[in-house]
């Protein structure tokens, strides 16, 4: 494809549109209320692949200064803030290990809406993690072991070989959490929710927080 024909895909979004006066009950004074509902609704959609699936940004710290990175992990939860689970030896966990602050989108194309969250993230205590780590499918809870994330790896013939034997030493019991192995949450300081409109004049509410609780703006396109 040429930057011209790149220049010149674009879609005009004409499915909803997106307003305070529409949000529902405690909507207005608490934003994660609104998170959880269209997260729910993206779900029932049925038309994304991966509802779940929101873009983690974190920082991190090098001798030239600070660098953003980013990756798609999924959410796992939403209580007083988003709650996702890693290797907390992966770059990210490291990465939030010295700046623990994050952000994160959730792009949800058929419906024609946005997500932004960004905040300081905390870690999910141990009793949690081990309650997700066990809900886990079995070949995921292998996979936990297996992968020493991020890190450098010859092939793919030594990953699975790595897997096979950690299947083999848990095959007679239920596999646990590894120990490096956890969940984290970010708690918001602002939330904005965005829905596509047509000629690009689309919705936005934004939520900041503020020592008397959340403020709700509209924002310009």
Avoid at 52 to 74: F, H, I, Q, S
Avoid at 98 to 119: D, K, N, S, Y
């Amino acid at each position: 494809m040429t930057d011209d024909e790149l220049a010149h895909v674009r879609r005009s979004y004409e499915r909803a549109a997106l307003d305070a006066t529409a949000l529902e009950d405690g909507e207005a004074q608490d934003p994660l209320r609104a998170v959880r509902r269209w997260l729910g609704e993206a779900v029932d959609a049925g038309s994304e692949l991966e509802p779940t699936a929101m873009m983690l940004a974190t920082v991190e710290t090098t001798p030239a200064g600070p660098l953003p990175d980013a990756r798609v992990v999924l959410c796992k939860g939403i209580d007083h803030g988003l709650v996702f689970y890693t290797r907390r030896t992966s770059t990210k966990g490291r990465q939030l290990a010295v700046a623990p602050v994050a952000a994160v989108t959730f792009l949800w194309t058929t419906l024609e809406r946005q997500i932004r969250v960004r905040g300081r993230v905390e870690l999910i205590d141990d009793a949690t993690s081990d309650a997700y780590f066990a809900s886990r499918p079995r070949g995921s809870q292998i996979s936990a072991w297996s992968s020493d994330q991020s890190t450098p790896i010859a092939d793919r013939e030594a990953l699975d070989a790595y897997a096979a034997a950690v299947a083999e030493r848990f095959a007679q019991g239920p596999v646990p959490r590894p120990p490096r192995w956890g969940g984290y949450r970010l708690v918001p300081d602002a939330v904005e929710l965005w829905q596509g409109r047509p000629n690009r004049l689309h919705d936005r509410l934004r939520w900041r927080r503020t020592d008397a609780g959340w403020n709700l703006d509209r924002l310009q396109p």
